[in-house]
């Protein structure tokens, strides 16, 4: 059984920051693509960031120079290393994991809470 499962969101000030993690079991992480996703209220879900298993990274520009991907093979484990936080990063980010055409699995996510 896959299960993805995301830690480290919570409620923080603007120009703060935050590290997701999101701990993988029931795959081979090392070949799978691993990312993160986010979904805003009203909003459809968007890319935040993703990294191959070769570790190429693709982020969003709004993002890029604040948020940070990265992974260990070791623990199966995904991070999001987020700063300077801004209030419309405020949403609920999931972990995402993919290989091939039809393997995708996603997390239940958790909610990041950017306000003053």
């Known amino acids: 059984q896959v299960q993805l499962v995301e830690s480290g969101g919570g409620l923080v000030q603007p120009g703060g920051s935050l590290r997701l993690s999101c701990v993988a079991s029931g795959i081979l992480f090392r070949i799978y693509t691993m990312g993160w996703y986010r979904q805003a209220p009203g909003k459809q879900r968007e890319l935040v960031t993703t990294?191959?298993?070769?570790?190429?990274?693709n982020t969003a520009d709004s993002v890029k120079g604040r948020f940070t991907i990265s992974r260990d093979s070791a623990k199966n484990t995904v991070y999001l290393q987020m700063n300077s936080l801004k209030p419309d990063d405020t949403a609920v980010y999931f972990c995402?994991?993919?290989?091939?055409?039809?393997?995708?699995?996603w997390g239940q996510g958790t909610q990041v809470t950017v306000s003053s």
């Open positions: 990294i191959t298993s070769g570790g190429d990274t």
């Open positions: 995402y994991a993919s290989v091939g055409a039809t393997r995708t699995y």
